[in-house]
């Protein structure tokens, strides 16, 4: 039921810089655990180095279950710039690793960085009413 007196809360964010050499081509690396109860609700890439693999460098963003869950479309890293997240509403029932999957082809990345700002939400919190 609708609460016009509901309590509000402050979104959570945590910047999560990256490297060329934290990531595996084709593998998950862990990035963060979110706790059980959160949603994401924005965020974006950056990057502020471009990865210069030989032919092509992305990364997706998911978790075990949908590795490019905030990704539909991979984020190119082999340029420079900003690229929002997709916000699916997904709420987590447990605690949950969040996913950096990256991919390359042609020559291995020797070098390139960035970061993920996400924002985030838990169901029941409050910071205040409004």
């Known amino acids: 039921m609708l609460d016009v007196n509901a309590q ?4 959570q964010a945590d ?3 990256f490297a060329f ?3 595996v081509a084709g ?3 862990v990035a963060k655990t ?4 959160y949603v994401i609700v924005g965020g974006f890439v950056v990057v502020s180095q471009a ?3 030989g032919t092509s460098a992305t990364l997706d963003i998911g978790d075990v ?3 490019d869950r905030y990704t539909g479309t991979a984020v190119d890293l082999a340029a420079t710039g900003s690229t929002a997240i997709d916000v699916t509403g997904f ?6 690793d969040l996913l950096f999957t990256y991919a390359e082809a042609g020559a291995a990345a020797t070098e390139g960085e960035g970061f993920v700002t996400l924002m985030f939400v838990r169901e029941g919190k409050a910071d205040c009413v409004l």
Do not use: C, H, K, Y
């Open 15 to 17: 910047m999560l810089r």
């Open 51 to 53: 990865f210069n693999a």
């Open 8 to 11: 509000s809360q402050f979104a």
């Open 21 to 23: 050499s934290d990531l």
């Open 34 to 37: 979110i706790p059980a109860g």
């Open 65 to 67: 279950a949908d590795p």
């Open 91 to 96: 709420q987590t029932e447990e605690p949950t």
């Open 27 to 29: 593998e998950g690396v």
